[in-house]
């Protein structure tokens, strides 16, 4: 049985092959795009508060960026008359962790190392006592409760 081609049916059997492979192709690559990509925008919020539950302003609260046993400050901020903080940090692909703390600089933090000794902490409303990571390229809750001298 001898079948002939007609040029309209190898022409069709062609055009299916290459959409199909500039569909895989596309594909790949948006896959590609969206692991190369990786959203690093990390935001660090939260309250802090005296003993009583008061809000305390003026305390310096930062992020730093952890590389090869390294930290590195990325953005620091005083809490507002609120207590509030709030930091949006673009965190660097060469740091692979970050961590928020109250620093005990004496003459950055005066306030802090003049009046309290430590804190207690709260991480996403739930007690912690493992200080102080956040997710890169997510949004992390933490709220202090400063202990007095």
Not at 6 to 12: A, Y
Not at 18 to 43: A, E, G, H, P, Y
Not at 57 to 65: A, M, N, R, T, Y
Request: charged share 25%; net charge positive; aromatic share 12%.
């Amino acid at each position: 049985m001898d079948q002939k081609w007609k040029s309209s049916d190898i022409l069709r059997i062609i055009f299916r092959r290459i959409s199909l492979l500039i569909f895989t192709v596309s594909m790949i690559t948006n896959l590609t795009d969206c692991f190369w990509k990786q959203d690093r925008t990390t935001t660090v919020y939260g309250t802090i508060t005296d003993q009583n539950g008061q809000p305390v302003d003026s305390i310096l609260v930062l992020v730093q960026g952890l590389r090869s046993l390294t930290f590195e400050t990325l953005k620091e901020v005083y809490t507002d008359n609120r207590g509030e903080y709030e930091l949006l940090v673009e965190v660097p692909k060469r740091f692979h962790a970050v961590n928020v703390g109250i620093p005990n600089f004496p003459q950055e933090n005066p306030k802090f190392l003049r009046m309290y000794k430590d804190y207690k902490l709260w991480k996403n409303d739930q007690a912690t006592n493992n200080c102080c990571t956040a997710i890169i390229g997510k949004k992390t809750k933490y709220d202090f409760q400063l202990i007095p001298r």
